[in-house]
C-alpha cells in the first residue's frame, strides 16, 4: 500500500511557507510533515537526510518542497504525478533565464522509494567537493549551483540513470518574474525572498497564506 508524504525540511522556520503547505494537504487530505532540523549540522543536507529517514519510516512517495516554495493552485493534485511518470526522481528543468542554467531545480522534487532511489541519496551526501569538481559536466549539468543540488544532478545520472525524468519548465516548479500560471508551485529562489513573496502576492492577486 502506498504510503505518501509532503515534506519540508529546513533549519528554522524563514517564511512561514508551512502554512500554505498545510491548507494544500488539508485540501487533499494528505500527510504533511514541516520538520525544523537543529540535529543536523551541515544545513545543506537537511533534506537529503529528512528524506531518507521518512523512507525509513515507511513512507514510499515523497513530495518534498523547499521552504521558499508555495503551492498556488489548490484544485492540482500532486499525485497525479506518480501516475504520469513512472521514474523513481521527477523533477523541473531549470529556466532559461541565464547561461546554460542547472540540469533541473531539485527544491522541488517527487521521488519513489526504492534500494536505488536510496543509493543516489546516500551517494550525494558522500560526494565531496573534490569528486564535484572532477566529474563535473558543464554541457551536460549546467553550471554548479549550490552545495546539496549538484551533488543530486551528478549522482542522478550516475545512479539513477533513465530513473530519472526532468520535465520541461514550468512543469510543476515555476518563478516568480516568469510566473506560469499552468505552473502548480511557485518557487522564490533569488534573494530578498520575503520582499518578493509579497510582489508576488501584489502582482498575482493571490494570497499564498490563504489559497481559495
Request: net charge positive.
Amino acid at each position: 500500500m502506498d504510503k505518501f508524504l509532503i515534506l519540508c525540511a529546513a533549519d528554522k522556520n524563514r517564511f512561514d511557507a508551512y502554512i500554505n503547505h498545510e491548507l494544500y494537504a488539508n485540501k487533499h487530505q494528505l500527510q504533511y510533515s514541516f520538520q525544523i532540523r537543529k540535529d543536523i549540522p551541515n544545513k545543506s543536507f537537511i533534506k537529503i537526510i529528512s528524506i531518507l529517514e521518512a523512507f525509513d519510516l515507511g513512507y514510499n512517495k515523497i513530495l518534498c518542497l523547499d521552504d521558499d516554495a508555495f503551492f498556488v493552485d489548490l484544485n492540482w493534485h500532486c499525485l497525479e504525478i506518480f501516475t504520469k511518470y513512472k521514474e523513481l526522481l521527477v523533477v523541473t528543468k531549470s529556466p532559461r533565464k541565464m547561461k546554460n542554467p542547472p540540469l533541473f531545480n531539485a527544491g522541488v522534487m517527487f521521488l519513489r522509494k526504492s534500494r536505488k532511489t536510496e543509493e543516489f541519496l546516500k551517494r550525494s551526501l558522500r560526494t565531496t567537493q573534490k569528486e564535484l569538481a572532477d566529474q563535473w559536466n558543464r554541457d551536460k549539468f549546467g553550471i554548479m549551483s549550490g552545495v546539496e543540488q549538484p551533488r543530486l544532478i551528478l549522482q542522478s545520472f550516475k545512479v539513477l540513470k533513465d530513473d530519472v525524468k526532468v520535465v520541461d519548465y514550468p512543469g510543476f516548479n515555476g518563478r516568480r518574474k516568469n510566473f506560469a500560471f499552468n505552473a502548480p508551485i511557485v518557487h522564490f529562489v533569488s534573494r530578498n525572498k520575503e520582499v518578493n513573496i509579497q510582489k508576488f502576492q501584489k502582482k498575482t492577486g493571490i494570497n499564498l497564506y490563504e489559497l481559495g
